[in-house]
Protein backbone atom coordinates (compact mmCIF):
# COMPACT_ATOMS: atom_id res chain seq x y z
CA UNK A 1 0.00 0.00 0.00
CA UNK A 2 1.70 3.21 -1.12
CA UNK A 3 2.64 5.85 1.20
CA UNK A 4 0.59 8.24 -0.09
CA UNK A 5 -2.62 8.67 -2.17
CA UNK A 6 -3.00 11.15 -4.43
CA UNK A 7 -6.52 11.96 -6.68
CA UNK A 8 -7.51 12.77 -9.24
CA UNK A 9 -4.48 10.98 -11.23
CA UNK A 10 -5.62 13.53 -14.22
CA UNK A 11 -7.59 16.29 -14.21
CA UNK A 12 -8.45 18.35 -17.52
CA UNK A 13 -9.76 21.89 -16.74
CA UNK A 14 -10.72 24.77 -19.03
CA UNK A 15 -8.48 28.22 -18.45
CA UNK A 16 -9.52 30.44 -15.45
CA UNK A 17 -11.62 27.32 -13.60
CA UNK A 18 -10.71 26.13 -10.20
CA UNK A 19 -8.63 22.82 -9.49
CA UNK A 20 -8.50 21.18 -6.52
CA UNK A 21 -5.72 18.65 -5.91
CA UNK A 22 -5.97 15.81 -3.36
CA UNK A 23 -3.47 13.82 -1.15
CA UNK A 24 -3.89 11.63 1.12
CA UNK A 25 -1.13 9.76 3.65
CA UNK A 26 -1.75 6.73 4.95
CA UNK A 27 0.39 7.03 8.24
CA UNK A 28 0.85 10.69 10.28
CA UNK A 29 3.62 12.47 9.06
CA UNK A 30 5.07 16.08 10.46
CA UNK A 31 5.97 17.86 6.72
CA UNK A 32 3.91 17.65 4.09
CA UNK A 33 5.33 19.18 0.51
CA UNK A 34 3.90 20.06 -3.26
CA UNK A 35 5.99 19.65 -5.85
CA UNK A 36 5.49 20.26 -10.09
CA UNK A 37 7.18 18.92 -12.87
CA UNK A 38 6.17 20.86 -16.26
CA UNK A 39 6.63 17.92 -18.94
CA UNK A 40 10.45 18.11 -19.77
CA UNK A 41 11.67 19.76 -16.92
CA UNK A 42 12.92 19.31 -13.55
CA UNK A 43 10.83 18.62 -10.55
CA UNK A 44 10.12 21.76 -7.91
CA UNK A 45 9.05 22.79 -5.28
CA UNK A 46 6.07 24.46 -4.35
CA UNK A 47 5.19 24.87 -0.80
CA UNK A 48 5.58 22.96 2.05
CA UNK A 49 3.11 22.86 5.18
CA UNK A 50 4.47 21.62 8.89
CA UNK A 51 2.24 22.05 11.77
CA UNK A 52 -0.69 23.37 10.13
CA UNK A 53 1.09 26.38 8.40
CA UNK A 54 3.06 26.84 4.99
CA UNK A 55 6.86 26.81 6.37
CA UNK A 56 7.96 27.59 3.11
CA UNK A 57 6.50 28.38 -0.23
CA UNK A 58 8.29 29.43 -3.49
CA UNK A 59 8.37 32.38 -6.40
CA UNK A 60 6.05 30.04 -7.76
CA UNK A 61 3.28 29.77 -5.05
CA UNK A 62 1.65 33.10 -6.02
CA UNK A 63 -1.66 34.48 -4.71
CA UNK A 64 -3.75 31.89 -6.73
CA UNK A 65 -2.34 28.57 -5.08
CA UNK A 66 -3.54 27.97 -1.37
CA UNK A 67 -3.16 24.83 0.15
CA UNK A 68 -4.57 23.35 3.59
CA UNK A 69 -5.17 20.02 5.69
CA UNK A 70 -9.19 20.78 6.67
CA UNK A 71 -9.71 17.24 8.39
CA UNK A 72 -6.21 16.53 9.79
CA UNK A 73 -5.99 14.07 6.81
CA UNK A 74 -6.36 15.38 3.62
CA UNK A 75 -4.03 17.78 2.43
CA UNK A 76 -4.83 19.79 -0.83
CA UNK A 77 -3.53 22.47 -3.41
CA UNK A 78 -5.82 24.42 -4.71
CA UNK A 79 -5.20 26.62 -7.97
CA UNK A 80 -7.72 29.52 -7.97
CA UNK A 81 -7.77 30.64 -11.36
CA UNK A 82 -5.75 28.37 -13.62
CA UNK A 83 -3.41 29.37 -16.78
CA UNK A 84 -1.98 27.71 -19.47
CA UNK A 85 0.97 27.55 -17.91
CA UNK A 86 -0.28 25.52 -14.56
CA UNK A 87 -0.28 22.55 -16.98
CA UNK A 88 2.10 20.03 -15.01
CA UNK A 89 2.68 16.86 -12.94
CA UNK A 90 1.65 17.61 -9.14
CA UNK A 91 3.49 15.94 -7.18
CA UNK A 92 2.32 15.52 -2.98
CA UNK A 93 5.39 14.18 -0.69
CA UNK A 94 5.57 13.77 2.82
CA UNK A 95 7.91 13.64 5.58
CA UNK A 96 8.49 12.17 9.22
CA UNK A 97 10.98 14.77 9.99
CA UNK A 98 13.84 12.04 10.69
CA UNK A 99 17.01 12.43 8.64
CA UNK A 100 17.03 8.92 8.23
CA UNK A 101 14.15 8.43 6.20
CA UNK A 102 13.10 9.90 2.72
CA UNK A 103 10.71 11.76 1.77
CA UNK A 104 8.04 9.59 0.14
CA UNK A 105 6.17 10.67 -2.91
CA UNK A 106 2.41 10.14 -4.66
CA UNK A 107 1.86 9.07 -7.84
CA UNK A 108 0.91 12.56 -8.88
CA UNK A 109 -1.64 14.19 -10.47
CA UNK A 110 -1.58 15.36 -14.68
CA UNK A 111 -3.02 19.00 -14.38
CA UNK A 112 -4.08 19.73 -18.25
CA UNK A 113 -4.92 23.61 -18.66
CA UNK A 114 -7.01 24.14 -22.09
CA UNK B 1 21.21 28.87 -4.11
CA UNK B 2 21.43 25.42 -4.35
CA UNK B 3 22.01 23.57 -7.37
CA UNK B 4 21.87 19.90 -8.56
CA UNK B 5 23.76 19.18 -11.79
CA UNK B 6 23.26 15.52 -13.10
CA UNK B 7 25.57 13.61 -15.95
CA UNK B 8 24.82 12.38 -18.33
CA UNK B 9 21.78 13.57 -19.00
CA UNK B 10 21.35 9.99 -21.01
CA UNK B 11 22.73 6.93 -21.45
CA UNK B 12 22.14 3.71 -23.37
CA UNK B 13 24.28 0.42 -22.58
CA UNK B 14 23.59 -3.32 -23.08
CA UNK B 15 21.74 -5.72 -20.74
CA UNK B 16 24.72 -6.57 -17.63
CA UNK B 17 26.64 -4.06 -18.01
CA UNK B 18 27.87 -2.03 -14.58
CA UNK B 19 27.47 1.60 -15.03
CA UNK B 20 27.99 5.19 -12.72
CA UNK B 21 25.61 8.17 -13.02
CA UNK B 22 26.64 11.53 -11.60
CA UNK B 23 24.98 14.07 -9.46
CA UNK B 24 26.83 17.17 -8.21
CA UNK B 25 25.57 20.20 -6.13
CA UNK B 26 26.79 23.59 -4.96
CA UNK B 27 26.38 23.99 -1.55
CA UNK B 28 27.87 21.41 0.73
CA UNK B 29 25.61 22.02 3.80
CA UNK B 30 22.96 19.09 3.23
CA UNK B 31 20.82 17.39 5.39
CA UNK B 32 20.35 14.25 2.85
CA UNK B 33 20.72 13.32 -0.38
CA UNK B 34 18.14 10.92 -2.21
CA UNK B 35 18.40 9.03 -5.49
CA UNK B 36 15.04 8.20 -7.07
CA UNK B 37 13.59 6.47 -10.34
CA UNK B 38 10.77 7.96 -12.44
CA UNK B 39 9.27 5.88 -14.68
CA UNK B 40 7.46 7.69 -18.27
CA UNK B 41 4.23 9.67 -16.82
CA UNK B 42 4.66 8.06 -13.58
CA UNK B 43 5.77 9.28 -9.69
CA UNK B 44 9.30 9.06 -8.40
CA UNK B 45 10.15 6.52 -6.14
CA UNK B 46 12.78 6.67 -3.44
CA UNK B 47 15.76 4.20 -4.01
CA UNK B 48 18.52 5.27 -1.73
CA UNK B 49 18.98 8.46 1.54
CA UNK B 50 22.22 9.03 2.32
CA UNK B 51 22.11 11.26 5.39
CA UNK B 52 24.95 13.84 4.89
CA UNK B 53 26.92 11.74 8.26
CA UNK B 54 27.23 9.43 5.73
CA UNK B 55 29.56 7.84 2.88
CA UNK B 56 27.88 5.26 1.22
CA UNK B 57 24.30 3.29 0.96
CA UNK B 58 23.58 -0.13 -1.00
CA UNK B 59 20.35 -1.76 -1.57
CA UNK B 60 20.67 -4.86 -3.84
CA UNK B 61 22.16 -3.96 -6.89
CA UNK B 62 22.38 0.00 -6.79
CA UNK B 63 24.95 1.60 -4.64
CA UNK B 64 25.24 5.52 -3.81
CA UNK B 65 28.23 7.10 -2.41
CA UNK B 66 28.61 10.91 -0.94
CA UNK B 67 31.27 13.30 -0.81
CA UNK B 68 30.12 16.17 0.52
CA UNK B 69 33.47 18.30 0.51
CA UNK B 70 33.04 17.68 -3.08
CA UNK B 71 29.94 18.02 -3.69
CA UNK B 72 29.15 15.19 -5.65
CA UNK B 73 27.29 11.75 -5.27
CA UNK B 74 27.18 8.82 -7.92
CA UNK B 75 24.90 5.94 -8.46
CA UNK B 76 26.07 2.73 -9.19
CA UNK B 77 24.27 0.24 -11.13
CA UNK B 78 25.78 -3.63 -11.28
CA UNK B 79 24.56 -5.96 -13.49
CA UNK B 80 22.09 -3.60 -15.38
CA UNK B 81 18.45 -5.04 -16.55
CA UNK B 82 16.11 -4.07 -19.35
CA UNK B 83 13.89 -3.64 -16.18
CA UNK B 84 16.29 -0.26 -15.34
CA UNK B 85 15.68 1.47 -18.00
CA UNK B 86 13.89 4.57 -16.21
CA UNK B 87 14.86 8.56 -15.22
CA UNK B 88 17.41 8.68 -12.29
CA UNK B 89 16.78 12.23 -10.12
CA UNK B 90 19.03 12.92 -7.69
CA UNK B 91 17.66 15.46 -4.59
CA UNK B 92 19.43 16.89 -2.02
CA UNK B 93 17.83 18.82 1.27
CA UNK B 94 19.51 21.85 2.97
CA UNK B 95 20.23 22.10 6.78
CA UNK B 96 19.47 26.02 5.99
CA UNK B 97 15.87 25.63 4.93
CA UNK B 98 13.58 25.36 7.51
CA UNK B 99 11.28 23.35 5.69
CA UNK B 100 13.72 20.41 4.10
CA UNK B 101 12.25 20.94 0.86
CA UNK B 102 14.16 18.77 -1.85
CA UNK B 103 16.01 20.89 -4.94
CA UNK B 104 16.23 17.96 -7.62
CA UNK B 105 18.77 17.97 -10.84
CA UNK B 106 17.05 17.46 -14.07
CA UNK B 107 17.73 13.62 -14.18
CA UNK B 108 19.65 11.00 -16.54
CA UNK B 109 17.43 8.73 -18.52
CA UNK B 110 18.77 5.32 -18.51
CA UNK B 111 18.26 2.90 -21.30
CA UNK B 112 19.25 -0.45 -21.16
CA UNK B 113 19.16 -2.73 -24.52
CA UNK B 114 18.59 -6.53 -23.71
Known amino acids: EPEVTQTPSHQVTQMGQEVILRCVPI?????FYWYRQILGQKVEFLVS????????KSEIFDDQFSVERPDGSNFTLKIRSTKLEDSAMYFC????????????FGDGTRLSIL | KQEVTQIPAALSVPEGENLVLNCSFT??????LQWFRQDPGKGLTSLLL?????REQTSGRLNASLDKSSGRSTLYIAASQPGDSATYLC?????????????FGSGTRLLVRP
Open chain 1, 27 to 31: SNHLY
Open chain 2, 27 to 32: DSAIYN
Open chain 1, 49 to 56: FYNNEISE
Open chain 1, 93 to 104: AIWTGENNQPQH
Open chain 2, 91 to 103: AVSSTMDSSYKLI
Open chain 2, 50 to 54: IQSSQ
